[in-house]
């Protein structure tokens, strides 16, 4: 057997707080703790914790590992997992070359079990003791699942990790130490997030809700945004010919005038600011979330709304092939001369919007184009 001791390196600690109410653990919470030595020799020293720039004790524990490294087959739903991520229409080809990269047992990342037999009653107490004083959470209905030494990107798979009864929850801590490997700095709530998304999605993989969700944490509103265009433009959804949006017989052309209404139009022209404006489209977006409650496109919307990220930019093509930036108090000098600067403005602002990429790993754009080489771009 090999003999890790939990001195001198960097770990995650991978917990799940459980509720016997329910039929499923709740997401595990996480510590990231970074173990430094203070001179004790064997791994019989003193530690120290730094966190927060405060030094704490550390309990020297010292934990026995099987000795070979685990092949890819040995972890429970590892392949599983992977299979899952490879499949999803989630995750984009970017992200889905990452995740896998760092789940597959390889020099990047080697897997330990810690047999039941050698991990003490004490080396849990300790730990656990230890997370509770540095998290300032009990401990009381919380279990400890994995160690991950984020420096060297080992993964210690405890016994508690073997006695989980759903793939499901094995699946979720599985993510959940890869997470760390890729956010290292990142705090626990962080972690927690993105590990809820991936146990919500395992658990119910064919709900939109959970993948909107997965999207969110993982890519941000980017991601939200192509896992909402490409669910509304699936066979049967919202979204028809990439610029109508339909429910039943009711149907409506996407411009920028009808998603985000007068006030925040009027905002944008005469601030040319569309983050400024941000928070005047949710009105109409909220309306339309009522008349079409299926559509994705326009949850992501309001919440980019809602969060003052809603961006509308007006630009054109110059004599040289340049895009500059149009501002709208100039449209009338590029239109017509016998247009008003308010007629120009609204028949810009008119023009049916379409998705300038279906590429999945592309930012997503809301695009409509004048003839006269003006350009609108929702972002």
């Not at 073997?162 to 929850?169: A, G, I």
């Amino acid at each position: 057997m090999k003999t890790i001791s939990l001195l001198a390196i960097s770990i995650t600690l991978t917990f799940m707080t459980l509720n016997p109410g329910l039929a499923l653990a709740k997401s595990p919470t996480t510590a990231p703790v970074v173990v430094a030595d203070a001179g004790g020799q064997g791994g019989n020293g003193a530690g120290g914790v730094t966190r927060g720039g405060k030094t704490m004790t550390f309990f020297t524990a010292k934990i026995v590992v099987s000795p070979e490294e685990l092949t890819k087959e040995e972890i429970p739903n590892l392949d599983s997992t992977i299979n899952f991520i490879y499949q999803s229409n989630v995750f984009s080809s970017k992200i889905k070359a990452k995740l896998m990269g760092l789940l597959i047992p390889s020099q990047r990342h080697t897997y330990y079990r810690v047999p039941k037999e050698y991990f003490t009653p004490t080396i849990l107490k300790r730990l656990l003791e230890e997370y509770a004083r540095i998290s300032q959470q009990p401990v009381v209905e919380t279990e400890l699942f994995a160690i991950t030494d984020t420096s060297t990107s080992q993964t210690f798979l405890l016994p508690s990790f073997y006695d989980l009864r759903k793939k499901e929850e094995q699946m979720a801590v599985l993510m959940h130490e890869i997470e760390w490997m890729r956010h290292p700095n990142a705090n626990g709530k962080q972690i927690v997030k993105l590990e809820t998304a991936y146990q919500g999605l395992f658990e119910n993989p064919n709900d939109p809700n959970r993948g909107y969700a997965m999207a969110l944490a993982l890519e941000g509103m980017e991601g939200a945004m192509r896992f909402a265009i490409r669910f509304d433009s699936r066979d049967g959804g919202s979204l028809v010919n990439r610029n109508t949006l339909r429910n039943g017989d009711d149907t409506f052309l996407l411009t920028a005038l009808n998603l985000f209404g007068d006030a925040y139009t009027a905002c944008v022209k005469d601030r040319n600011d569309g983050d400024t404006c941000s928070e005047l489209a949710l009105p109409q977006l909220l309306q339309l979330q009522n008349a079409f409650p299926k559509s994705l496109l326009l949850r992501a919307l309001g919440e980019k709304s809602a969060n003052k990220k809603l961006s509308l930019w007006l630009t054109f093509r110059d004599k040289i092939g340049r895009d500059q930036r149009a501002y709208f108090p100039e449209v009338m000098d590029h239109l017509n001369p016998q247009m008003s600067a308010e007629q120009a403005y609204n028949k810009i602002l008119s023009m049916p919007l379409v998705f300038a990429e279906s590429n999945p790993n592309s930012d997503w754009n809301l695009v409509a184009k004048s003839p006269e080489g003006f350009i609108i771009t929702i972002k």
